[in-house]
């Protein structure tokens, strides 16, 4: 079974513009979360979708946006793109809500 | 909001020595995570566990619900075990929904041939 895929894996971006990244969950999997790992604050929590319907959402601004497809496919969003976004962004999927989560390689983002 | 405390940050040892990294939390779970993140990002999820303990191979972890505390343990420790153990907690939400993970900082680990 493949795992979680996330594209792209690096991206370059500069300051003021947009980004969209998409994650594909394993197959079968519903939920899908969304997770910010930068070196100063570590891993945060910044979106979970479950049958295309936000379920959580943690403490981030609302330049960052998500969305999830009927395939369960979801994509962030993040907009006005300032440089304390450079992160590496990654998703987790899970069968649903609860269960053990198998994280993808992640996006690393570069805002210059 | 749970907070999520890891010890020891860092931690260098001997192949084969018995590794153990502990992480508390401050309120009330739903379950706790141990997962390894290697160079260049990529995290694996080691153990999901909301009571007693589970073994996996060499890795055992333990949560002791009542102390709000759980331990992560490497056996016969290996170079290859060498990577960043992060601990994370899903909170229970009023309502039952789930779980944005919180999680703490992580040890760094280090095993010397």
């Known amino acids: 079974k493949a795992g979680v895929t996330q594209t792209p894996r690096y991206l370059i971006k500069t300051r003021g513009q947009q980004v969209t990244l998409s994650c594909s969950p394993i197959s079968g999997h519903r939920s899908v979360s969304w997770y910010q790992q930068t070196p100063g604050q570590g891993l945060q929590f910044l979106f979970e979708?479950?049958?295309?319907?936000?379920?959580n959402k943690g403490n981030f601004p609302g330049r960052f946006s998500g969305r999830q497809f009927s395939n369960s496919r979801s994509e962030m969003n993040v907009s006005t793109l300032e440089l304390g976004d450079s992160a590496l962004y990654l998703c987790?999927?899970?069968?649903?809500?609860?269960?053990?989560?198998?994280f993808g390689p992640g996006t690393r983002l570069t805002v210059l | 909001k749970n907070e999520v405390e890891q010890s020891p940050q860092n931690l260098t040892a001997q192949e084969g020595e018995f590794i153990t990294i502990n992480c508390s939390y401050s309120v009330g779970i739903s379950a706790l995570h141990w997962l390894q993140q290697h160079p260049g990002g990529g995290i694996v999820s080691l153990f999901m566990?909301?009571?007693g303990k589970k073994k996996h191979g060499r890795l055992i972890a333990t949560i002791n619900i009542q102390e709000k505390h759980s331990s992560l343990h490497i056996t016969a420790s290996h170079p290859r075990d060498s990577a960043v153990y992060i601990c994370?907690?899903?909170?229970?939400?009023?309502?039952?929904?789930?779980?944005?993970?919180?999680f703490g900082k992580g040890t760094h680990l280090i095993i010397q041939p």
């Open positions: 979708y479950f049958s295309e319907t936000q379920r």
């Open positions: 994370a907690v899903s909170d229970v939400y009023s309502g039952g929904g789930a779980d944005g993970l919180t």
């Open positions: 987790a999927s899970s069968f649903q809500q609860g269960n053990e989560q198998f």
């Open positions: 566990l909301s009571s």
